[in-house]
């Protein structure tokens, strides 16, 4: 390579290099720190829970066994409620999180969805049989609660993964001689 063309390719490269800094959009801004990441992971996994249609389709389905139409209200579970459920199973898992503790909660979440699944479809297949009080309507009952307190205590571990119990203050002793009132 000639001494032009050498000298050429070098300055190419520095001013490459000189210029990739002067246009670039600003100075990096520092990693976001772990809690900022928790709180965003949070807010992410809360909305996504936020969006459940099923308590509405559920309570359609209450009203329906109020009303002594257990059939009906089998049917609403059916058609309706487990869809429902289905398509917000696969919301709250296409949530892209980026900490381990807010991936561990959403497969928490996708746990307690598939056993809310499970509990509807047991309840469904108890109602269907009409206006029957049995141990295998009382154990579907059961389960559907036990299920819908699963999915409130993932709605609140959610909503506190990035934001810490703050510890409770702590009385102090006044000092001697105040007044207390």
């Known amino acids: ?103 561990a909660l959403q497969e928490r979440a996708a746990r307690a969805y598939r056993r809310r699944m499970e509990a509807i479809e047991r309840y469904a297949a108890a109602l269907a049989r009409g206006e029957v009080e049995d141990e295998t309507l009382l154990g579907a009952v059961r389960a559907h609660r036990e299920a819908e307190e699963e999915v409130l205590a993932v709605i609140e571990a959610a909503q506190q993964l990035g934001h810490p119990a703050q510890p409770a203050p702590t009385k102090r002793r006044p000092a001697p001689g105040a007044v207390v009132e």
Do not use: N, W, Y
């Not at 709180?39 to 009203?63: H, T």
């Not at 709250?92 to 991936?103: H, I, W």
């Open 1 to 103: 390579m000639s001494r032009s063309l050498a000298t050429k390719a070098l300055l190419c490269g520095v001013l490459t290099v000189a210029f990739s800094g002067a246009f670039a959009c600003g100075p990096s801004a520092p990693p976001p720190t772990s809690a900022a990441l928790l709180r965003a992971d949070s807010a992410a996994l809360s909305e996504a829970i936020a969006r459940d249609p099923a308590p509405q389709i559920l309570s359609e389905a209450d009203g329906m066994i109020d009303d002594r139409r257990s059939v009906r209200a089998s049917e609403i579970m059916r058609t309706a409620a487990l869809p429902a459920v289905r398509r917000h199973l696969e919301r709250v898992g296409a949530v892209s999180l980026q900490t381990a503790e807010g991936r």
